[in-house]
Structures are given as C-alpha cells and as structure tokens.
C-alpha cells in the first residue's frame, strides 16, 4: 500500500549523461580528428580543438593566426568553445570570441557554450558570452536553457546574469519544469528569492502535475515553501496522481512545512487517485507529530482508501503503536474492514503487535471478524501472548 514518491530526477539525471557524451577525452578527441594525410587544416583543427580543451589559450591563439577554423565541429558538433566554456578556460574564451567565434553554435543535443558555463557555474565565462551576444533562450532537445540548468546547480549570479539579458523566467523543459521548479526541488533558495522577484508564475505545473509549492513541500525546503506560499502559491492543487503539496509534505515527515500549509488553510481532506489522505500517508510512515497536527485540523479520521483500509488500519499493519493510541482516541472506528475482510485487528495480530492489539481489544475490537479466507485474528496471530488475550477477550 505504499505510494511511490515523486522525485522528479530523470531530467537532472538525462542532462548528466548528456554532458559526459559530449566531453571527450584529449586521446577521444584525436580519434574524432584524425585528419586524411596530407590535410594541414584539419591537422590544425584538432591541434587546436584539444588545446582549447586542455586551457592552452597561447597555443589556441597560435593555431588560430595559422589558418585553424575557430568554429570546427566535434562528431558530437561540440566547438572549441563549447570544451573551453564548460572546462572554464576564461582566458580561451577570450581568444576564441575575439577570433570570431560563433557564440550560439549548438551541440547534437542542443546544448549552447552559454549553456555549459551556466550548467558548470563559470560566471566569468557567461558574462563574457553575454557581452558578445550569445542568445539567452535558446533550448536544448529536452527544452532546458542555460537559465534553468543555472537554477538548478544554485548558481545564483549567473541566474542574475541571465535574467538581467532578459532570459525568459518560465520556459519549460520537456518534463514541465521551469527554472523555480527546479530551483525549488534542489533547495536554492537565493536562485528562488531571485526568479520570484522577476515575476517566475509560482504554479506552474510539470507534466505529472506537480508544482514548486509541491516539489519543495516533499523535499523539506522549509524557506523556499514560506516564499511560494508568500507568492500565493495555490495551496491545494493535486498531481496527476491526486496528491498535493500537504499529503506529500506529511508521507516525507516535512513536520515544520506540513504545520506551515496547515496554517495556510491547506485541506486535510484530500483523497489521491489510490483514496488516500495525509492523514493515511503519516499514519503509514509513523509521523506521530504530523497526524497529531492532522487530526487537530480536523482530518477525517475514518476515510478509506481504495482498498478498504484506514488511517488506523495502515497504522495498525505497520506496527505505528502511538500513532494507533493517537488514532483510538479521537475515536476512530476499530472494526472497519477492507475489501478483503481484514481489519486493523487481524493485522496486528498476525504482525505480532502486541501492544497494538491490546489497544484495539480494550477499545471493543470484534475478534470474530473474518479475513477471505475464513480465518479470524485468533487464527492468524503469531505469539501466545497474542492468541491469550484474544481468546479472553472472544465471546463464548
């Protein structure tokens, strides 16, 4: 009965491998290049394509003055460039941009010099490509730009760079994540501070439905919660899944951000696609604190999922002692059976849970309630202290 959670990696992930391919090696370089014999240019091409690569702006300038093309592509369609601005060889850049060096030339991948100095943080390196001209928007083949792969790493004066050329705040990639969702996801707070004060659109959603508000809530980012919802952030929009920034807040045991959107007004009552609650999802993972906030807001205690089963059913098979005390008293109901006749009961009786047991019998628990098989808690239960109490507390 345990949700998935949404981590929303692949795309970081996807961009990693991507970068590695288009990064040779000086010897892979040499393979790519190999030139027909005979063939001065090309030999001068790859001479100077690796120095550009290992940093060398002297000999990059040497070559350059003898004929070398400044735009020669890599098999890849990686420039000289592209390897200097994303080893941060400041100095190459220079040469290179002073000799004429087409500064938006794109990688198979769509991939831009302006992209990878901003991917790898070398703010000098991006500044300098600005200042010649190099287009802010321009997307790879996953739809990312240099502002969103900013974002994401927390490079924030290179955000500020960007935005200050007029880069757009709320393209999507081909996942739906802009530049504040990924900043939100990974815990800048200062590229979010920056995004937010250029207008980003706080709800803005990816392709599963997710939002910032969401995508922060689940990993913790108390500050950055507080700025989206400073921002009016909607509080209880659902994923494709159903969930919202509150369940999700309370399945990860976020206690700080769930008392948070709790205060906003957030619902508690929300179901996701599976029938579920938060109050479910904390009772599951055992986060005591967070069903006693729940609960204090009102949760609806005996709300079944579409299994059958309830917060005290989840808790009760999963061994949550306290939060089943915290459950019993506000009353919830203790001989609510899920579609296969199981009960929080059964559960915990054939789990062992001794105490949990002994909460549920004193509270009424019915010990002749059937599983689909016919068979009762005194059935199924797993040690003698267990099958004692039911047997006492059995009608004869």
Not at 134 to 141: I, K, P, S
Not at 232 to 249: E, K, P, S, Y
Not at 285 to 294: D, F, K, Q, S, T
Request: aromatic share 4%; proline share 1%.
């Amino acid at each position: 009965m345990k949700r998935e959670k949404n981590t929303l990696q692949a795309l970081v992930e996807k961009f990693r491998r991507c970068i590695q391919a288009l990064v040779l090696p000086v010897a892979g370089l040499a393979v790519i290049f190999a030139a027909p014999a005979g063939t001065v240019a090309a030999g001068a091409d790859k001479q100077m394509i690796e120095a550009a690569y290992a940093g060398d702006a002297a000999e990059v300038e040497r070559l350059l003055a003898g004929g070398a093309d400044v735009n020669h592509r890599l098999a890849n369609s990686a420039t000289a460039l592209f390897l200097a601005s994303r080893n941060g060889h400041g100095a190459v850049v220079e040469t290179l941009l002073a000799k004429g060096a087409a500064v938006d030339m794109q990688a198979k991948g769509g991939e831009t010099a302006l992209f990878m100095a901003s991917w790898y943080g070398h703010g000098a390196i991006a500044e300098a490509l600005l200042a010649k001209g190099a287009t802010v928007d321009l997307r790879t083949n996953d739809g990312a730009t240099a502002l969103i792969m900013a974002a994401q790493n927390g490079h924030g004066a290179i955000v500020e760079a960007l935005l200050a050329k007029g880069a757009a705040v709320d393209v999507q990639a081909k996942g739906g994540e802009t530049a504040l969702f990924i900043a939100s996801q990974e815990g800048h707070g200062v590229v979010v501070e920056a995004l937010l004060a250029k207008g980003a659109a706080v709800d803005v959603r990816g392709n599963d439905g997710a939002t910032a508000l969401y995508i922060a809530s689940q990993n913790g980012h108390g500050a950055i919660v507080e700025a989206l919802l400073a921002k009016d952030a909607t509080l209880d929009l659902q994923t494709n899944a159903g969930t919202t920034a509150l369940f999700i807040a309370s399945e990860h045991g976020q206690g700080a951000i769930v008392e948070a959107l709790l205060a906003k007004g957030a619902a508690v009552d929300v179901q996701d696609n599976g029938g579920a609650t938060a109050l479910f999802m904390a009772s599951q993972e055992g986060h005591g604190a967070i069903v006693e906030a729940l609960l204090a807001k009102g949760a609806p205690i005996n709300v079944q999922d579409g299994n059958g089963a309830t917060a005290l059913f989840i808790a009760s098979m999963n061994g949550r002692a306290a939060i089943v005390y915290a459950l019993l008293a506000e009353g919830a109901a203790v001989d609510v059976q899920g579609d296969d006749g199981a009960t929080a009961l059964i559960f915990a009786s054939y789990f062992g849970y001794t105490e949990i047991v002994e909460a549920l019998l004193e509270k009424g628990a019915n010990t002749e309630l059937q599983f689909q098989n016919g068979r009762t808690a005194l059935d199924l239960a797993k040690n003698a202290t267990i099958e004692k109490m039911l047997r006492a507390a059995t009608k004869p």
